[in-house]
């Protein structure tokens, strides 16, 4: 089967999948703002997104908005994120994209020249912007997501995704798609649930029959 059949097959059988077995989390709901998106991906950098459900009323109860945010002290941050962890550094990351949003004058990036200008330009979270925010075609590439394409495309050792331009490139290329957005949590979810990083489903993967894994 060439990459075009197998890339098609892979996308047609994620999203049937997903519209089964996608996991329901608070910032993928209707009606969910700009704010919460960019923020609930920052939450979601190195911590599983079951922690993140938990916390997230607590985080966008205290800070629903940019003018709540902007009045936090470094140390009312880090006492908030406490609970999740890695609370310097999240602090320090916050600091940085408030402190550029009042330079700004609350202007957010309005493309991708000035994303990568900006706070927000990181592998993941500027994808996640250009995706949720300036609702442009954009893969969601973490480790689970370059594990998923791996096994699948390319089966060999797993690089840094940040030092991986190869992987980065089949992720952008089978995700680019209509249903991008609904297509990245898909694999997202289903790396986290089937093909995990020990003991994959193998035997209950709705991709076994054409992954490079099993062969």
């Keep these: 089967m060439d990459d075009k059949n197998k890339t098609r097959y892979f996308r047609y059988h994620l999203l049937k999948w997903f519209e089964v077995n996608g996991r329901n989390f608070p910032w993928r709901r209707e009606g969910v703002t700009n704010f919460e998106l960019v923020f609930s991906e920052v939450l979601l950098q190195r911590t599983r997104a079951e922690t993140v459900a938990q916390y997230y009323p607590v985080f966008f109860g205290r800070y629903p908005d940019w003018n709540h945010l902007i009045q936090a ?22 600091r940085k994209i408030i402190d550029e949003y009042k330079l700004k004058n609350g202007e957010l990036p309005k493309n991708r020249d000035e994303l990568n200008d900006s706070s927000f330009a990181s ?7 250009e ?12 480790v689970n997501m370059s594990r998923l394409l791996k096994r699948y495309f390319i089966p060999g050792e ?12 089949l992720a952008k290329k089978v995700t680019n798609v209509k249903a991008c957005k609904e297509l990245n949590w898909a694999i997202l979810d289903f790396s986290a649930l089937v093909c995990k990083v020990r003991n994959p489903l193998c035997e209950e993967c709705v991709l076994r029959f054409k992954c490079s894994f099993q062969k």
Aim: no cysteine.
């Design 158 to 169: 797993v690089q840094d995704v940040r030092n991986d331009k190869k992987i980065q490139e």
């Design 123 to 129: 592998l993941y979270t500027s994808n996640a912007y």
């Design 131 to 142: 995706l949720f925010v300036l609702k442009r075609r954009a893969p969601l590439i973490d």
């Design 73 to 94: 002290t470094d140390e009312e941050l880090e006492e908030v994120f406490k609970p999740l962890g890695l609370y310097k550094h999240r602090a320090k990351r916050m």
